[in-house]
């Protein structure tokens, strides 16, 4: 007769504070979506204001992921998790009390450095203090929270904004991460990594090289595309990423190895995410805010109109697992990806100034139905196209590229918004918005292309799982969502 399997000291509070810690991060992520026009009546400011508003947040938060996980390795996970989420919770603070745009974007930064330090070490904490055989269900749990966060994201900031005020978005953060920070320093234990190394010159150019181009490309309509400081973001960021790329192929211990990109299987996928959240996250971007300045509707009906969309993968994503385990994740991530493509594509199709929600039903189903296809299996596709040993870079390298992905969608959807529309009224919103989702659609249709890089692999128990077996079984690992954070 089994032993049943001891429980590790502090292993339910690893749990309790690593998921609500990875709530808030994943939340802030879109919470602010839906209180975008509130924001504007309120602080003023032009769209690029209001992309920088989402940019400031997602791109620090990108460009410094990896850097968060080698500072915990090297100088201790539980004193980073600490730090993260004191930085984070002191820069929710500072947003709820902005005056101004200009300081409510230089605290959304400083949130992102925050989030950046915490969100990765996470999972390693979670890991560490949870037994082997309780693993899959502790990562299930923590998946299930911070995709709830994703889901709940316009909603709540949403009921947020109408009810209360736009702050409220951002000090919702203050209490939960107050009661947090004794509990982190009381709970968790500490922990390293042997032989860890940072990365400093690769994080300098890529964090210069993508704030030039996202700066380029959210200012361009504004200042005009051949202006000279539009030309000079384009060209030296343009410059810095390269120097990132080399940086990657010539140094010994590279944040991100570009000699991982050789893989089919990890440049397939790692190619997909980029393009899938530009075109979804550059349309909720614009979305949220059609169906305020465009159809009327107050910022607590916004957030559930949206819900079919954003909500769809707590209901799908059990079951697209179950599909990949039998065929493999790469058909299902590409025909996730093709769903999501439509859902978009039927947007375009049917938005004006007066569509009824009725009609934009099916385009929100599709999508959301799509976008579960795309995350059940991904983590799992990651993780089996690379050794064990590179796991964790690995994992670190798409999530980052998921938010780079997404940054660049605020930036490239708004800049095509600008271009052929504008709030002044709800036919010119709509002008805007049709053009921007039609790209979009065609990001996340090459998103859909870029998955059939992934090559079908044979296990030896002769089972194809096109890319999701990995260390026994990645299809619970993509389901429990590791490597999400």
């Known amino acids: 007769m089994n032993k049943p399997t001891p429980r590790r000291p502090g292993a339910v509070w690893t749990l309790i504070i690593t998921s609500a810690a990875g709530f808030m991060a994943a939340l802030d992520n879109l919470v602010v979506t839906t209180a975008l026009p509130s924001i504007r009546a309120d602080l003023g400011g032009a769209l690029s204001d209001l992309q920088w508003t989402v940019n400031a947040y997602t791109l620090t938060f990108a460009v410094l992921l990896m850097l968060g996980a080698a500072l915990g390795d090297r100088f201790g996970r539980r004193r980073l998790f600490v730090t993260g989420l004191t930085v984070f919770t002191g820069a929710s603070a500072a947003a709820a009390l902005a005056t101004g745009i200009d300081a409510l974007i230089a605290a959304r930064a400083i949130q992102g450095v925050g989030a950046a330090i915490m969100m990765p070490l996470t999972l390693t904490l979670l890991t560490a203090a949870v037994p082997a055989a309780r693993r899959g269900a502790a990562l299930g749990i923590f998946s299930a929270v911070t995709g709830l966060a994703v889901a709940g994201g316009p909603l709540i900031g949403g009921s947020l904004t109408e009810h209360l005020s736009w702050q409220w978005i951002f000090w919702l953060n203050v209490p939960v991460g107050l009661v947090l920070l004794p509990l982190a320093a009381l709970r968790l234990r500490e922990s390293y990594a042997p032989n860890a190394r940072l990365d400093i010159p690769g994080t300098l150019l890529v964090s210069g090289g993508l704030f030039g181009l996202v700066h380029a490309l959210v200012n361009g309509q504004e200042d005009g595309w051949t202006s000279t400081p539009i030309l000079a973001g384009l060209l030296a960021g343009t410059a810095l990423l390269g120097g990132f790329v080399l940086h990657g192929f010539r140094h010994r211990n590279p944040m991100l190895p570009m000699r991982l990109f050789k893989n089919r299987a990890f440049l397939g996928i790692n190619l997909a995410g980029l393009l899938m959240f530009l075109g979804m996250f550059g349309s909720i971007f614009l979305l949220t805010q059609f169906m305020q300045g465009a159809l009327g509707h107050s910022p607590t009906e916004a957030g559930l109109r949206m819900l079919p969309w954003t909500g769809m993968p707590l209901l799908v994503a059990p079951f697209a697992g179950i599909l990949s385990d039998r065929i493999g994740g790469r058909p299902v991530v590409a025909a996730g ?149």
């Open 337 to 485: 990806l093709a769903l999501q493509a439509l859902g978009l594509a039927l947007f375009a199709l049917v938005i004006g100034p007066d569509v009824s929600y009725a009609a934009q039903l099916p385009a929100l189903i599709v999508g959301g139905v799509g976008m579960a296809l795309y995350f059940a299996p991904a983590a799992g596709v990651v993780m089996a196209s690379v050794r064990p040993a590179e796991q964790g870079i690995a994992s670190g390298a798409n999530n980052a590229l998921r938010e780079v992905g997404g940054a660049l969608g605020v930036a490239v959807l708004g800049a095509v918004f600008a271009s052929r529309g504008g709030y002044s009224s709800p036919a010119a919103f709509t002008d805007g918005t049709v053009p921007a989702v039609w790209i979009g659609a065609a990001a996340v249709a090459l998103a859909a292309l870029a998955a059939l890089l992934i090559p079908r692999t044979k296990p030896a128990d002769g089972t194809v799982l096109g890319g999701t077996a990995v260390a026994g079984s990645a299809a619970e690992q993509a389901r429990s969502g590791l490597g999400r954070a």
